[in-house]
């Protein structure tokens, strides 16, 4: 297919008027009742901000304020679970973030991408799970799809395009293993 061939005006969002409408009154909400809060302060506030848009939050998960969530609606985090400061997730599709599970400062969780083998590169959505006592090191991205198993580390700057099994050490772009994971103590 030629380039010629593609009509580009046949994109269709995904996103319905209401789903903007949200998101639109989510991004003030956060960026206004949030967001001026320093790191690790009104912890309770934050996550009641998160609830009240429908994420599903232990009473001991953290969310620091410079972290972007696209849908709360579509965010669990268990007990003791940590979203760092400024991350970016862009859960189009459900994230789940085990207890104990840490995600550090600057990762990139990334739920959507597209269709390249349509003309119409319509959006596809996964969810991404990452387990009980996973650590995903900073700048790291997690692409659709992926499972980061229980006790399985990501290394800094790694991209992760495919589950990463338990109690495993990754690294790279792509990622690959890089050992197991022992807990000595």
């Known amino acids: 297919m030629s380039k010629e061939d593609i009509d580009y005006m046949e994109f269709v969002t995904p996103y319905t008027k209401k789903d903007k409408l949200l998101r639109l009154l989510w991004t003030i ?16 506030w ?19 304020a410079s972290a972007k969530i696209y849908k709360p609606w579509h965010l669990t985090m268990k ?3 940590t979203i760092g400061d400024d991350v970016d997730c ?18 990139f969780l990334c739920t959507a991408s597209h269709d390249i083998e349509s003309q119409h590169h319509e959006q596809t959505e996964k969810p991404i799970v990452i387990g009980d006592r996973a650590w995903v090191a900073a700048h790291a991205y997690i692409g659709p799809g992926v499972t980061v198993g229980e006790g399985a580390v990501v290394g800094a700057t790694a991209s992760v395009y495919k589950d990463v099994e338990p109690w495993t050490v990754v690294g790279g772009n792509p990622s690959k293993v890089l050992k197991r994971r022992v807990i000595n103590k």
């Open 29 to 44: 909400v956060w960026n206004l009742l949030a967001r001026p809060f320093p790191r690790s302060s009104c912890m309770p």
């Open 46 to 64: 934050k996550r009641m901000l998160l609830r009240l848009f429908g994420a599903k939050m232990s009473s001991t998960s953290k969310v620091y």
């Open 79 to 81: 007990d003791h679970a």
């Open 90 to 107: 862009y859960n189009a599709a459900p994230v789940t973030i085990g207890i104990n599970a840490t995600i550090s400062q600057g990762t």
